[in-house]
Structure formats: structure tokens, C-alpha cells
């Protein structure tokens, strides 16, 4: 199955899971920043989700899944950089049976100890003012001030009342695991591969409970993602029909990210003859937080947390709340739950705003008019019946990846996935050099209308005459293949350091 080139990738996961491909084309990075709440809440702000089998040599018997969290990291930004939130759970959640429902949850908690580190200033010992105090290398060395760890809970069924188990440490058992500190800087890490070196030694492979090995690394990585945002916001600002690769500023190529990834047996997260699972992030606080007036000495005294979790951040495919859900329902979007989402947020699917805005700007570019929107229920709420629609679904938004499809080796995928021929990417799945934008924009104007043909062959309701502009290679002129990206878990790359040039 083939798509003409490509779309802005926020069209992919506009509001409802569906109407996420048509408001792609005024993207932002993903999900960064994309509701009113979330924007004052950088550390919970999740902003990808990848998840694909792989394609590592020796792995294909995996699924990866990374999840990002905190935008926009300038790598300057100390001096305590970029931590996750101590008084938050980090989720990410697996539906194996195609309801809606979490089957399989796994749960990150942070937690950060101060060494309290002195010097004798005169005839004093004063505490110093940074995270570390001197050169870094090892995990958890001396010179480190405040130490950054995680647990990581299994939980099968619902992910607060189902049955939980801990994740662990295959080299001890321990369910405590260290996270690396950021990229401050060339000579903090001895240059040269020194922060590499230090990050691959948090990754650790561990005891999935029930399930097997796999592997997991918490920590920042270089921004993945990749767009000319600033174009596209100043009212797609670029020609949508040039060249894939015309010189846009990728807007991202300078900004890291904290990734939370994971490594896991395919058998671990299918269930029965179904290969197909569905797959969101969510991020949530304490519903009660009291502002102290007089913190003690220490750390995470500044607040007082309690009452039940409360979800504040939620992402399964790119872009859905940032360009499709209205912005008076982004922050409802991001506290629901996938199995209301046909009952909430419907309309931003079957009846999207991005390809009218579109057409709007670009009068030769007609906007679809197959109302409902029966393409986009299906490339983004149900899945592509083929490729990865469970075998009963509920219309929900996450991302779905079929697990019997076998990985495409590095040197050998494309940018446009399932749209070029290559089924082992995005909209089935999706891996770090997958073009979103330029997928999702093109379906947005209604590629699957064109591809199906009179016959309605992907069976999506719709046929080339409901969608003039389905033929049109959009793009937003910025492109990167697998070759940018690792070959190993965890696959993203080395985040830039702090004193870069």
C-alpha cells in the first residue's frame, strides 16, 4: 500500500484518535506543550511515543517502547537540569484485546537523594550549590550530589486495582535503578564518548515478571523528533508541496529529551491468537498539592503531596491533542481515559478543522468532504484493517502495532512507512526516523480515500472523488532516515552536552 509522499505528522494524532491526521499540518513538535495545563507542567508533559518491533540484531522477538517526557530541553539548562517529578507516576499502558482497557501497565516512580556534599569553607562546612561536585563517571559515583532513582512496577489488568509485581535488577535482584544525569558538558564526562560511556551503563536487563527479559534505560536522549515547527506555525510558512528534504530548519535538532524506554518480549504483551497491541503514556500528580510556606533543609520539602493519582497527561499517537482537539477540550483530552473517547471527542474526528485551514492557505489544496470522516476513524481510532486492527476493536486513540509483521532492518526502512510499502512503520507503530508529519498531513487531505480506490479496497468509506487533494505528495520539507538514529537499544541517540558549540 502506497500514500503519495508525505504529511505534517500532527495530522496523525489529532483529538480523537482519528481526526488527529487532519489537524497535522499545524503541527508543534508532537505533543509538546499542547494543552493549557500541561503547558505549566513541563516535568509530566509527555511528548512521544515510539513503539516497534526491534530491529536490533538478536532482538526481533521484542517490542520497543520509549516514551518522552519534558520538552524543549535546552542542553545548558542547569544548574539542576532535567529531573523527572519525584511526586508524579509515569505510566505506560498496553491493550491486548482490542476494548480500550489497559491489560498490561507499567509504572515508573522517581525518586531524588541529596548527598548533602560540603566543603570547609574558612571554619565552616558549607553545602554546594550544584548536583555534582566534580568529574562524573560510574554509575553513582562520589562526585554526584543528588542521586536520581527509579522503581518500575508490572501491573496486569487495571493499573490501579490489577495485580503488581516489581520489576528487577537481573544482576542482583534489586528494584531500585539508577538514572543517569544529564549531558552537562564535555569536560564534566572526559569528552570523547565519556557521556555515552556513562549513559550505557543505565542500561540494565532486567526480570519482567511473568514474562521473561527484557531491557530498560531511563534518561535524556537527543530530541527525536523532527519538524520545521516555526514554519508551520506561522501559518505554514513553506511550500507544502516542494521537495521532502528542501532545507527546513529542523527546529528540534538542537533540544533534548528525557525518554523512558523499555524492551519487552512480544509474548509479554499479546494475548491469545491476536498479534495486535494498542499503546499510550499517561502522566499523573498527587490530586491534592499544598505550596509550604517554610521548606526545611532538604529535598522535595518544598510541597506537600496527597489524595489520589490524578492523570494530567496522556499521548498514544502524535499530535492528536496539540492540532485536533479544540483547545477549550485539551486538558479534558489529556485526563481521559481511550475507552470515552467515541462518546467526548468524535467530532474533532469525523468532522476535523486542519484540512478546511489548509485549503484555506492553499486554495489548490482541496480539503475532503466525506463527512464523517470515515478514513481518518480508521487510520487513527480503529486501525487499518490489514495491517493493525485488533480483531475487535473499540474505536479509541493509541497506537496500535501488529507484532506478527517482522522488523525492517535499519539500512533498509523508510521515512513513510506503511505509505512506501514499509509495514513494519508508522501508522503500524512507529520508529524513531518515521515521518509523522508528512504522513499524517497527507492523510489528512485524504490519501486512504485515493489509495482505496472505487472499490473501496482498505475499506474506509470513502472513495478518490470525496478527496481532490489525496494524490498530493505534502510535506513540510524536513526528512531524516534510520541512518540518524541508533541500531541498538535504546535507539535514540546521545543527548548534546551542555557546553556545546
Given amino acids: 500500500m502506497k500514500f503519495n509522499r ?20 499545524f503541527a508543534f513538535a508532537s505533543s509538546h506543550r499542547e494543552g493549557p495545563f500541561i503547558a505549566m507542567q513541563p ?6 511515543l515510539y513503539m516497534f518491533r526491534s530491529y536490533e540484531s538478536g532482538r526481533q522477538e521484542y517490542v520497543t517502547v520509549i516514551a518522552n517526557y519534558i520538552p524543549f530541553q535546552d542542553p545548558q539548562g542547569g544548574p539542576n537540569f532535567y529531573q523527572f517529578n519525584p511526586n508524579a507516576l509515569y505510566e505506560v499502558h498496553f491493550d491486548n484485546n482490542g476494548d480500550a482497557k489497559s491489560d498490561v501497565t507499567f509504572q515508573f516512580r522517581f525518586k531524588n537523594t541529596s548527598k548533602a556534599t560540603a566543603l570547609a569553607i574558612g571554619d565552616k562546612q558549607v553545602k554546594i550549590p550544584l548536583i555534582y561536585s566534580n568529574q562524573i563517571e560510574g554509575v553513582n559515583p562520589a562526585a554526584l550530589n543528588v542521586r536520581e532513582t527509579y522503581t518500575l512496577d508490572m501491573v496486569r489488568g487495571d493499573s490501579r486495582t490489577g495485580t503488581r509485581a516489581s520489576v528487577t535488577n537481573m544482576a542482583g535482584g534489586a528494584v531500585e ?18 557521556y555515552q560511556t556513562y549513559a550505557n551503563q543505565h542500561i540494565y536487563d532486567v526480570a519482567i515478571p511473568g514474562c521473561g527479559n527484557g531491557r530498560v534505560f531511563v534518561g535524556q536522549r537527543k530530541e527525536p523528533f523532527y519538524i520545521a ?15 521532502e528534504t528542501a532545507g527546513n530548519n529542523n527546529d528540534l535538532e538542537f533540544k533534548n529529551v528525557s525518554s523512558l524506554a523499555m524492551e519487552v518480549p512480544i509474548a509479554c504483551l499479546t494475548a491469545g491468537a491476536d498479534p495486535v497491541i494498542g499503546a499510550y503514556t499517561t502522566a499523573s500528580l498527587r490530586q491534592g498539592i499544598l505550596v509550604n510556606p517554610a521548606p526545611v533543609s532538604g529535598l522535595g520539602n518544598a510541597s506537600v503531596n496527597g489524595g489520589a493519582w490524578t492523570q494530567v497527561s496522556r499521548l498514544g499517537m ?15 483530552f489529556n485526563a481521559s481515559k481511550p475507552q470515552d473517547d467515541a462518546a467526548n471527542f468524535a467530532d474533532y474526528v469525523t468532522n476535523p478543522v486542519l484540512p478546511a485551514l489548509i485549503e484555506t492557505l492553499f486554495p489548490a489544496a482541496k480539503a475532503p468532504t466525506n463527512f464523517p470522516r470515515t478514513d481518518l476513524l480508521t487510520a487513527f481510532l480503529t486501525g487499518i484493517d490489514g495491517v493493525n486492527k485488533p480483531q475487535n ?14 522488523p525492517t532492518a535499519i539500512g533498509a526502512q523508510n521515512p513513510l512507512g506503511v505509505a512506501a510499502g514499509d509495514n513494519a512503520g508508522f501508522p503500524n507503530g512507529r520508529r524513531p526516523a518515521d515521518d509523522v508529519v ?7 487531505m485524504g490519501a486512504l480515500c485515493v489509495l482505496t480506490g472505487e472499490a473501496d479496497a482498505l475499506k474506509v468509506g470513502c472513495k478518490p472523488s470525496d478527496a481532490p487533494a489525496g494524490g498530493l505528495a505534502l510535506t513540510d520539507g524536513v526528512r531524516k532516515n534510520a541512518s540518524a538514529f541508533d541500531g541498538a537499544f535504546p535507539y535514540l541517540t546521545t543527548p548534546l552536552p551542555g557546553s556545546f558549540n
Fill in 438 to 444: 508528512d504522513v499524517s498531513v497527507r492523510v489528512a
Fill in 229 to 243: 515547527v516555526g514554519k508551520i506555525f506561522d501559518l505554514f510558512n513553506l511550500n507544502p508541496l516542494g521537495s
Fill in 177 to 194: 535503578f539508577d538514572k543517569p544525569i544529564d549531558n552537562v558538558g564535555d569536560k564534566t564526562f572526559k569528552s570523547g564518548t565519556g
Fill in 43 to 48: 516535568t509530566v508533559d509527555a511528548t512521544d
Fill in 393 to 406: 476493536v473499540m474505536a479509541s486513540e493509541m497506537m496500535r502495532l501488529n507484532t506478527s509483521i517482522p
Fill in 6 to 25: 508525505s504529511i505534517p505528522r500532527r495530522t496523525l494524532m489529532a483529538g480523537t484518535g482519528i481526526t488527529l491526521a487532519a489537524a497535522t499540518a
Fill in 318 to 332: 502524535p499530535l492528536v491533542n496539540e492540532v485536533v482537539i479544540g483547545l477549550e477540550d485539551k486538558d479534558r
